[in-house]
T-cell receptor, first 112, second 111 residues
């Protein structure tokens, strides 16, 4: 079955650590996205990629980095520069920018 | 400023009852409006996508309406079931396909 897989489901980060969230899709979608979700707020775009080896900053890219070396994979690194990383992170993909999105199940990141 | 406002913030209804969720937006120029259902701890799942020319769109017990003149949309749920308990998110796309997300309405269905 085609879908989008995020791992891990739960992640704990110590102060000063970098952590990487995985996102893999087998839908043959060109576009992939990373969103952050905080309670009581709408989803906020961190980074997006329209094509392999190319990506653009979203509204809240500071403290995050991404790579897109393969069409299927779009990992997100939360660096120590992100001062408030505790949140629910969602990865999504779409055939193109104006098509519907398919979301993964999310990764809940907590700073300990 | 492009914004999407949803109301109510939360809603509790009894199983079997109907309910309507509201979405007002100030996004311009408008491309499309989407409704998503998000179960707790899961990713959102698309319910409907509506373009400027569509007034009503149904997906099973879910019916979305769009009034592009007043910039309002509603999501009506008929004969609610316990599995309808979730957050419902309204998202508006502008002509550059930038998505503006509402904060969602949390719906709780009680038996």
């Amino acid at each position: 079955d085609g879908g989008i897989t995020q791992s891990p489901k739960y992640l704990f980060r110590k102060e000063g650590q970098n952590v990487t969230l995985s996102c893999e899709q087998n839908l043959n979608h060109d576009a992939m996205y990373w969103y952050r979700q905080d309670p009581g707020q709408g989803l906020r775009l961190i980074y997006y990629s329209q094509i392999v080896n190319d990506f653009q900053k979203g509204d809240i890219a500071e403290g995050y980095s991404v790579s897109r070396e393969k069409k299927e994979s779009f990992p997100l690194t939360v660096t120590s520069a992100q001062k408030n990383p505790t949140a629910f992170y969602l990865c999504a993909s779409s055939r193109a920018k104006n098509y519907g999105y398919t979301f993964g199940s999310g990764t809940r990141l907590t700073v300990v | 400023k492009n914004q999407v406002e949803q109301s109510p913030q939360s809603l509790i209804i009894l199983e079997g009852k109907n309910c309507t969720l509201q979405c007002n937006y100030t996004v311009s120029p408008f491309s499309n409006l989407r409704w998503y259902k998000q179960d707790t701890g899961r990713g959102p799942v698309s319910l409907t996508i509506m373009t400027f020319s569509e007034n009503t769109k149904s997906n099973g017990r879910y019916t979305a309406t769009l009034d592009a003149d007043t910039k309002q949309s509603s999501l009506h749920i008929t004969a609610s079931q316990l599995s309808d308990s979730a957050s419902y998110i309204c998202v508006v796309s502008d002509s550059n396909y930038q998505l503006i997300w509402g904060a969602g309405t949390k719906l709780i269905i009680k038996p």
